[in-house]
């Protein structure tokens, strides 16, 4: 599976257990990191937490294993690193502090209309 394909798979997870504002940026030009960062909102410590473990539980089915997966404790900000793609999970207050779309405002913002079916 390439890093796009498990990008689009995560973005299909976290738009079906209704992320808010999920964007995909492609790093690979300007990172070591990885090829991918998606960044998603939740309403609360408990969407952040489900959203996590569903994008877990989804990308496993699929036999693909996190490298590691931090701020579960806290579910302010969760990362989860496949190595290639970086998802973070956020809740909005926290996202709009640390503004990491404002940090790599570099990485092209891949559209993801086709993707998603919210807003």
Known sequence: M?????????????????????QLLEISNLSS???YFIIASGGS???VKSLSEEVDEAMS???????????????????????DVMVHIFQE???DFYSLERLWNDAPNIDIAGLISQD
């Not at 294993?65 to 579960?72: A, F, K, L, Y």
């Open 2 to 22: 390439t890093s796009l394909e498990k990008a689009k798979e995560i973005i299909k997870v976290l738009d079906n257990k209704k992320a808010k504002n999920i």
């Open 33 to 35: 990191l990885g090829d």
């Open 45 to 47: 410590n408990t969407q």
């Open 61 to 83: 089915k699929l036999g693909v294993e996190p490298e590691r997966m931090e701020g579960t404790q806290t579910a302010q900000w969760i990362l989860i690193d496949y190595s």
């Open 93 to 95: 207050e926290t996202r």
